[in-house]
């Protein structure tokens, strides 16, 4: 019969359709899969992991070079000196605790600002060492001066001779000009009053021969780096 169709027949569009769609979900499959990795220019693109700068490294610090040692003071050349035959009979004391006569060095001829000369010893001990009075005697003058800072002034016995002790930190406690001390009696304390290094405490120690008027600051300079040896 013409109008009858054949059994069977609808197969063939509805396994085309299937295969159709089986098609186009693959290549949306693939499209998903592989799309964003070609042909996007707007996705971001992976970027290479690039390795931070090295820390610099400071080359190594240069010591700065040891200063150079200062010299030696200038020492002015003089005359040497006689000690008087009185005052070397008179076994006169260092005047710093625990300091020895070996321990002394002689600077009584170095130059000085000025165009001074020392006309003293420097007897270095540490801040607060006992100074002690190199003889019997007679305080005359606590004063304070710009280059000696605290002193003291003590006549001998016989008020020939006149006894300087400066750069001192503090006068021993009750104290007072006028009074009568004994020999290795504590007067004071070593400082670095005055125009003394902070660096390095001392006594300035001096000894004048008074003139006729007896005043106590003025006379003529002795050395006392001999007088003080044995």
Not at 29 to 51: R, W
Request: aromatic share 8%; charged share 20%; proline share 14%.
């Amino acid at each position: 019969m013409t109008g009858e169709k054949k059994k069977g027949s609808w197969k063939v569009p509805f396994a085309g359709l299937a295969g159709f769609a089986l098609g186009a979900a693959t290549v949306l499959l693939i499209v998903a899969l592989y799309g964003n990795d070609h042909g996007n220019e707007d996705a971001p693109q992976p970027v290479a992991s690039v390795p931070p700068p090295a820390a610099s490294v400071p080359p190594p610090a240069v010591p700065a070079p040891a200063p150079a040692p200062a010299p030696p003071p200038a020492r002015i050349p003089r005359t040497p000196q006689a000690i008087p035959g009185d005052l070397a009979q008179r076994d006169l004391l260092v005047p710093v605790q625990g300091i020895r006569p070996e321990d002394l060095q002689d600077t009584f001829d170095d130059a000085r600002s000025e165009g001074r000369i020392h006309d003293a010893i420097d007897i270095m001990a540490p801040l607060n060492t006992p100074v002690l009075a190199s003889e019997a005697g007679r305080i005359v003058k606590f004063f304070t001066s710009k280059q000696g800072g605290l002193t003291i002034y003590q006549y001998d016995p016989t008020e020939t001779y006149c006894y300087y002790y400066a750069h001192l930190d503090s006068y021993a406690p009750g104290l007072k000009e006028g009074d009568t001390v004994a020999r290795g009696q504590v007067i004071g304390y070593v400082g670095a009053t005055g125009n003394a290094s902070p660096e390095g405490p001392h006594l300035h120690f001096a000894i004048n021969r008074l003139k006729p008027d007896k005043k106590w600051y003025e006379g003529d300079p002795i050395n006392p780096y001999p007088v003080l040896q044995p």
